[in-house]
């Protein structure tokens, strides 16, 4: 049996897509855990309707205590041999799960893992750089995992129940799926990845992860420095793990720079120093003042002034970012989900 659990907050505008797309998978073993938390919107009501109609929908209703604690009471209360997840915005193809888990199982695998298309209001777009088929082990999937081939979230893949028997998710934290993928992936033997397009991520404008905060900045270092610090000290000086490398460490330079290139953006009441001081070690102690090779201008500045936590050079920072977003949004030529 695949146990599939959706976290449920306040998408009455798209839940019942999502669980019309999960109640035609054709695969039938399953039972889909649906964890309430504490919507307010109408979402739980609609969860119950599907229970009511199929029996393989169980929904638990909670206060609201954020998405980590949502998917930990989804572990604990499911029992199926795989465990799989879907955002509760977003949906599947019906061939999903039966695809999934044929693959998981012709390559003895622990994980398996399917390509995803974004979803915009206006048109779709497939994942970023696509995903081959290829079957990792060892070092292999490492790789993957500091690579980025491996991506950052959990929803285009299956699991072995067994990769989640000492993994919980952080409580009161978004990028919870950042802090702990790669906590799975390393229970792995085998991962197979697989070519079919499997998956529908809508994006939309205001979500967990994109509301700008000093507890979304905070989160965000704390789950890419995590996975920064588990990873580097397994991956070899061997020619074969220099990308994988320099894209790790890119990545977790990008997280630290963050909090103090918003700082001047977020109310003077919700700023954290102590953080900003936290991340400036982090930077001296792992890269140059002027950056690293192939990085962008942009980034090394950030980096440089990142570094001082002097307040001119913070304000600059916080401008140039103001500029780059707004930028981005007049060339974006893509309409984001309500």
Known sequence: MISIIIPVYNVVR?????????????????????????????SGGICDEFAAADRRFKVFHTANRGVSAARNLGLDESHGEYVGWVDADDWTEPEMFRTLLRALNEADADISVCAYRYEYLTCS????GGVKDCILRGDGIVRALAGGEFGNVFWNKL???????????PVDRVFEDVAVLHETALTAKTVVFISDTLYHYRKREESSTTVLSMK?????????????ERLAPLLSDDAENALPRAKMRTEAAYAAVRPSGWFYGIPKKDRDPALLKTTSAFLKNNFRATGEKGWSFGLRFSVFASRRINRFPLAALYLLNRIHAAVLRMRRKTDLYP
């Open 14 to 42: 798209y839940i019942r897509q999502t669980l019309e797309s999960v109640a035609a998978q054709t695969y039938a073993d399953l039972e889909v855990i649906l964890v309430d938390d504490g919507s307010t919107d109408g």
């Open 159 to 169: 699991f072995r129940r067994r990769c989640w028997d000492d993994v919980r998710f």
């Open 125 to 128: 777009k497939p994942c970023y």
């Open 216 to 228: 979304s900045l905070r989160d965000r270092w704390l789950a890419y420095s995590e996975k920064y």
